[in-house]
């Protein structure tokens, strides 16, 4: 056999170096940059302090006025372009539909931001979320709800819920011009005095709700009334990425607690799938997935269609509303399927802002008092993630959100309405992460479903029910415990 020139052995190196190249930059380009990371440094993750980590490499040390709204560090570019592309989806205000499509407005040179409506409470996500946190601006009495509405429910007579008659389960209290709003809706406050066992004087405010300029005939008597408050949304891939196994974990932990704490998952209907699945977000955890819940509040706040939600929600006997021009057709919603795509992963890489004052010796007893009072019962701060979610980076990452995302009773003070396998007085226990930057981000410290707690002290004070044995805990501190665990809070 001739044996090769050393010139073919040197061209045949070349080519497959240079095939390997290729190889090697389609996979990265087409593959590789979904995994989560980018070509930067990561090592001071391993640096840091772990108690700092909150959403492990996904923690941003970012407490300006905008820290809920962070990419993670060292995400790949193609990550980037779709993050900032799902943050201009959030940041967007819908206008009314003019009868033309997206595609109609696309080819005259229009911006395709049109089908809010006909019936709406807000114009945008970021109307409720403010710097993806909560509102910008509490309810006053006597003013516009901004962030918040009003759910309303009657007995449908075979031991379940339905809308009061002519109305929708969420009040809409603002629509398109040439449509008239459901009616408007009034929260007047009651004050409820109340003392520590230290003879410390607190008062906390119990909402009465009213609704006036009624659209379509009176409510009934017996129509159960709940206002619901926009919560922040950071964080929302790494709640997505536990795995169920995980959560149900939890809540058989939770069995023969001497507390008698005792959470559930609240099961719901994939609205894509239709399958039932574990509920984790929403107020109830009566969402599924962070598409689900960015498809539901687009239809059900903003009036917004999605390949979800395909068509208009006026009720049959809504002709104003029916006949009100759209942005979209089902074919072609006012959400397109790129926007959803978009904005769902936006959601799922919020990063997580980093604990703060670790070496506070004031929040560092504030911790130990918040494990005696047991909060971290249902409050649990360290979780993994599970290995299944799309997003690579979102798997396997120890975080400390303080929620074990299950329903738990607090007692007939915050009962409202059932919402799918959740009782009126059950509610998912809520992330604590970053809530002690929620005044610098949103101006205000106002709490719970309905805002009706003021402070973090308040919203501790109308915990019943399952978690009352920690309430009481808390209420029997001294003045000087009780600010030490509101500076852990603080410190999340």
Same mark, same amino acid.
């Given at each position: 056999?001739?044996?090769?020139?050393?010139?073919?052995?040197?061209?045949?190196?070349?080519?497959?170096?240079?095939?390997?190249?290729?190889?090697?930059?389609?996979?990265?380009?087409?593959?590789?940059?979904?995994?989560?990371?980018?070509?930067?440094?990561?090592?001071?993750?391993?640096?840091?302090?772990?108690?700092?980590?909150?959403?492990?490499?996904?923690?941003?040390?970012?407490?300006?006025?905008?820290? /809920?709204?962070?990419? =993670?560090?060292?995400?790949?570019?193609?990550?980037?372009?779709?993050?900032?592309?799902?943050?201009?989806?959030?940041?967007?205000?819908?206008?009314?539909?003019?009868?033309?499509?997206?595609?109609?407005?696309?080819?005259?040179?229009?911006?395709?931001?049109?089908?809010?409506?006909?019936?709406?409470?807000?114009?945008? *996500?970021?109307?409720?979320?403010?710097?993806?946190?909560?509102?910008?601006?509490?309810?006053?009495?006597?003013?516009?709800?901004?962030?918040?509405?009003?759910?309303?429910?009657?007995?449908?007579?075979?031991?379940?819920?339905?809308?009061?008659?002519?109305?929708?389960?969420?009040?809409?209290?603002? @629509? &398109? @011009?040439? &449509?008239?709003?459901?009616?408007?809706?009034?929260?007047?406050?009651?004050?409820? +005095?109340?003392?520590?066992?230290?003879?410390?004087?607190?008062?906390?405010?119990?909402?009465?709700?009213?609704?006036?300029?009624?659209?379509?005939?009176?409510?009934?008597?017996? &129509?159960?009334?709940?206002?619901?408050?926009?919560?922040?949304?950071?964080?929302?891939?790494?709640?997505?990425?536990?795995?169920?196994?995980?959560?149900?974990?939890?809540?058989?932990?939770?069995?023969?607690?001497?507390?008698?704490?005792?959470?559930?998952?609240?099961?719901?209907?994939?609205?894509?799938?239709?399958?039932?699945?574990?509920?984790?977000?929403?107020?109830?955890?009566?969402?599924?997935?962070?598409?689900?819940?960015?498809?539901?509040?687009?239809?059900?706040?903003?009036?917004?269609?999605? &390949?979800?939600?395909?068509?208009?929600?006026?009720?049959?006997?809504?002709?104003? *509303?029916?006949?009100?021009?759209?942005?979209?057709? +089902?074919?072609? +919603?006012?959400?397109?399927?790129?926007?959803?795509?978009?904005?769902?992963?936006?959601?799922?890489?919020?990063?997580?802002?980093?604990?703060?004052?670790?070496?506070?010796?004031?929040?560092?007893?504030?911790?130990?008092?918040?494990?005696?009072?047991? *909060?971290?019962?249902?409050?649990?701060?360290?979780?993994?993630?599970?290995?299944?979610?799309?997003?690579?980076?979102?798997?396997?990452?120890?975080?400390? %959100?303080?929620?074990?995302?299950?329903?738990?009773?607090?007692?007939?003070?915050?009962?409202?309405?059932?919402?799918?396998? @959740?009782?009126?007085?059950?509610?998912?226990? =809520? %992330?604590?992460?970053?809530?002690?930057?929620?005044?610098?981000?949103?101006?205000?410290?106002?709490?719970?479903?309905?805002?009706?707690?003021?402070?973090?002290?308040?919203?501790?004070?109308?915990?019943?029910?399952?978690?009352?044995?920690?309430?009481?805990? /808390?209420?029997?501190?001294?003045?000087?415990?009780?600010?030490?665990?509101?500076?852990?809070?603080?410190?999340?």
């Amino acid at each position: 056999m001739k044996p090769r020139s050393p010139r073919l052995l040197f061209y045949l190196a070349l080519l497959a170096i240079a095939c390997a190249g290729l190889g090697h930059a389609w996979w990265k380009t087409r593959h590789a940059w979904r995994a989560g990371y980018g070509d930067g440094d990561m090592s001071y993750f391993t640096r840091a302090d772990p108690r700092a980590l909150s959403g492990g490499d996904l923690t941003v040390f970012h407490d300006g006025f905008i820290p /809920f709204g962070q990419t =993670p560090n060292n995400l790949p570019w193609q990550y980037e372009a779709i993050f900032e592309a799902g943050d201009g989806v959030f940041d967007k205000v819908f206008v009314p539909g003019d009868g033309t499509t997206a595609a109609q407005r696309k080819n005259a040179g229009g911006t395709r931001r049109r089908g809010l409506g006909p019936l709406y409470n807000a114009s945008g *996500c970021a109307e409720c979320h403010f710097r993806d946190g909560r509102v910008e601006k509490p309810y006053a009495s006597g003013g516009e709800m901004i962030g918040m509405f009003l759910r309303l429910s009657v007995p449908d007579g075979q031991g379940g819920w339905q809308p009061p008659e002519g109305y929708h389960h969420q009040l809409h209290d603002r @629509a &398109v @011009a040439g &449509v008239p709003p459901e009616g408007k809706a009034h929260i007047d406050w009651e004050e409820i +005095p109340g003392r520590f066992a230290d003879g410390e004087a607190y008062s906390l405010r119990r909402p009465r709700f009213r609704v006036t300029d009624l659209a379509h005939g009176p409510l009934p008597e017996n &129509v159960i009334i709940e206002a619901r408050s926009a919560p922040p949304v950071h964080g929302g891939g790494l709640l997505e990425a536990i795995a169920e196994s995980t959560l149900l974990a939890l809540a058989e932990a939770q069995k023969n607690d001497p507390d008698g704490v005792s959470g559930k998952p609240n099961y719901v209907t994939d609205p894509e799938s239709g399958k039932r699945v574990l509920g984790r977000f929403s107020l109830k955890a009566n969402e599924p997935s962070l598409r689900a819940q960015a498809a539901g509040a687009a239809f059900n706040d903003m009036g917004v269609t999605s &390949v979800i939600h395909r068509r208009e929600g006026c009720l049959p006997h809504q002709k104003e *509303c029916a006949a009100a021009k759209n942005g979209g057709t +089902p074919e072609e +919603p006012e959400l397109s399927a790129q926007q959803l795509d978009d904005l769902t992963i936006y959601l799922q890489l919020l990063a997580v802002p980093a604990r703060r004052n670790l070496d506070d010796p004031l929040a560092q007893k504030g911790e130990e008092l918040f494990k005696q009072a047991r *909060c971290n019962a249902c409050h649990v701060d360290t979780v993994r993630t599970g290995d299944t979610h799309p997003i690579g980076r979102l798997r396997h990452q120890t975080i400390h %959100p303080y929620t074990d995302l299950l329903l738990h009773d607090l007692g007939p003070g915050l009962a409202g309405r059932p919402d799918g396998e @959740a009782t009126a007085q059950e509610w998912r226990t =809520p %992330p604590l992460w970053g809530i002690g930057l929620t005044e610098r981000s949103n101006h205000h410290t106002n709490f719970l479903h309905d805002q009706r707690a003021r402070s973090l002290q308040e919203a501790i004070l109308w915990h019943d029910g399952q978690a009352a044995a920690a309430k009481g805990r /808390f209420m029997a501190m001294r003045r000087d415990e009780r600010a030490a665990l509101l500076r852990f809070l603080e410190s999340l």
